[in-house]
Nanobody
Framework: QVQLVESGGGLVQAGGSLRLSCAAS????????MGWYRQAPGKQRELVAT???????NYADSVKGRFTISRDNAKNTVDLQMNSLKPEDIAVYYC???????????????WGQGTQVTVSS
């Protein structure tokens, strides 16, 4: 029912920029957060940035000052502006949607298919 579709990944030189976008479709609950996670080669998936429906953001220390997450609640989209990219940022980036059912407190988590970000140096 809920689907996430990412776009914007690609190849960029170190120091360059990319903008990732994710569109969520389906029944999105009002209490939710969207974000980006990434999985580098040989590493576990890690949080990059999240943003709640209320606009609160959270960033991994490694991307603070370089990445900016934003969202459009009306469209249920979330973007990740990535500046000053480094080879360390090479990973598959996954869009994530977390939401909680108000009455039951049941939590749901959905993932996009992932988009590759490659940084050359």
């Amino acid at each position: 029912q809920v689907q996430l579709v990412e776009s914007g990944g690609g190849l960029v030189q170190a120091g360059g920029s990319l903008r990732l976008s994710c569109a969520a479709s389906g029944s999105i609950l009002s209490s939710n957060a969207m974000g980006w996670y990434r999985q580098a080669p040989g590493k576990q998936r890690e949080l990059v940035a999240t943003i709640t429906s209320g606009g609160s953001t959270n960033y991994a220390d490694s991307v603070k000052g370089r990445f900016t997450i934003s969202r459009d609640n009306a469209k249920n989209t979330v973007d990740l502006q990535m500046n000053s990219l480094k080879p360390e940022d090479i990973a598959v980036y996954y869009c994530n949607l977390w939401m909680r059912e108000t009455i039951t407190s049941k939590e749901y988590r959905y993932w996009g298919q992932g988009t590759q970000v490659t940084v050359s140096s």
